[in-house]
């Protein structure tokens, strides 16, 4: 298939900005006569064809951006939605939130609705089918033509974007670490299936902290869950007649439903096994026991997201500036589940 003619392409051709080949399309005063006839002319030789949908989103301003979360069954997506709401308000900016439910073909049609003139830039966590097939041609599609893209949590590293992440390695091995100073030797994990990078760097983590510790790593003791929705009954059947002393759990829904399994099986949290897990929503402060959990930091992340998207927004050079990968800092909140 024939590549399409973008803007970016024209640039890289003819070693010039992005925003130099589209001020000379539209005729700006700002660039040389001889630079406009050299653009316009490699343009016409090549039958370039402006994309109507982004024209009419760099010349007309929405002021509202667009978020697609992966599913909304985790507190995090909900504070990181709170983040990104409030920063953009701050600004003057409008929100549209839609769902992909984990679904690439979900996730592609939402940005196609939305890339209809309804938004300004997008701000995206990826969905884990979209991780799995390795299709990314929506992305690089909207990036091309112009719209800015901030990737958060869930990113895909070969797309060139802006992206607020957090250390999830280094956020698991201070979980780990911190059960190995409780004296616990035997460490489970319960963690997703290694396309999904979130789960795939904090599953590192744990192997990581282990090895500088040297635990030998017990493939017996790990579980990849890759339906949420069967999760429970699975992580109930992994633990059972499982000897171990700790558990770490990459989400905190997997870290409740192996509690309720060890209480089930009548052992006790914290002084029988011990149990950590990832992001400190609602379910990690009221379940009895509290949850010791790593904090990400969602309110803090999405509104990082949102300011450097609305920066990108409103400086017209942004093109050609480079990227930025924020990293946010994690925090474990000890709680009922592990030893004091």
């Known amino acids: 298939m024939k590549k399409r003619l973008t803007l970016k392409l024209i640039a890289k051709e003819l070693d010039v900005s992005v925003s130099t080949v ?59 939605i709170s983040g990104i709401e409030q920063a953009a308000n701050e600004k003057g900016y409008h929100v549209i939130i839609c769902t992909s439910n984990n679904s690439f073909d979900k996730e592609v049609i939402n940005m196609e609705i939305l890339a209809n003139g309804s938004i300004d830039g997008f701000i995206l966590s990826v969905a884990k089918e979209t991780q799995q097939k390795k299709d990314y041609h929506h992305l690089t599609e909207v990036i091309e033509q ?39 030797k035997k460490i489970g994990l319960i963690t997703t299936i ?94 009895i026991p509290s949850l010791t959990t790593v904090n990400q930091h969602g309110e803090e992340m999405g509104a990082q997201a949102a300011r450097l998207l609305i920066k990108k927004l409103e400086n017209e050079d942004a093109e050609d500036e480079p990227f930025e990968t924020i990293i946010i800092e994690t925090g474990l909140v000890e709680r009922n589940s592990t030893k004091r």
């Open 146 to 184: 112009g719209m800015p893209l901030v990737m958060f949590d869930r990113v895909i590293d070969e797309i060139n974007c802006d992206k607020i992440i957090i250390d999830d390695f280094l956020g698991a091995k201070k979980a780990i670490q911190h059960l190995i100073d409780k004296k616990c």
């Open 194 to 287: 290694d396309y999904v990078s979130v789960g795939k760097l904090r599953t590192q983590g744990y192997r990581e902290a282990l090895k500088e510790n040297n635990i030998p790593a017990d493939e017996d003791l790990i579980l990849k869950v890759e339906d949420f929705d069967k999760s429970e009954m699975e992580i109930q059947s992994f633990l059972k007649d499982k000897k171990m002393d700790a558990v770490f759990a990459v989400n905190e829904h997997f870290a409740i439903y192996a509690i309720k399994a060890f209480q089930e099986q009548g052992l006790k949290v914290p002084d029988d096994v011990q149990v950590i897990g990832f992001t400190d929503g609602e379910l990690s402060k009221r379940f």
């Open 22 to 80: 589209s001020k000379a399309l539209r005729d700006s005063a700002e660039i040389s006569e001889d630079t406009r006839q050299k653009i316009k002319a490699f343009a016409k030789l090549y039958n370039y064809k402006p994309n109507i949908i982004a024209l009419s989103l760099k010349n007309r301003k929405t002021k509202t951006i667009g978020v697609i979360i992966p599913e909304i069954v985790h507190h995090f997506f909900t504070t990181v």
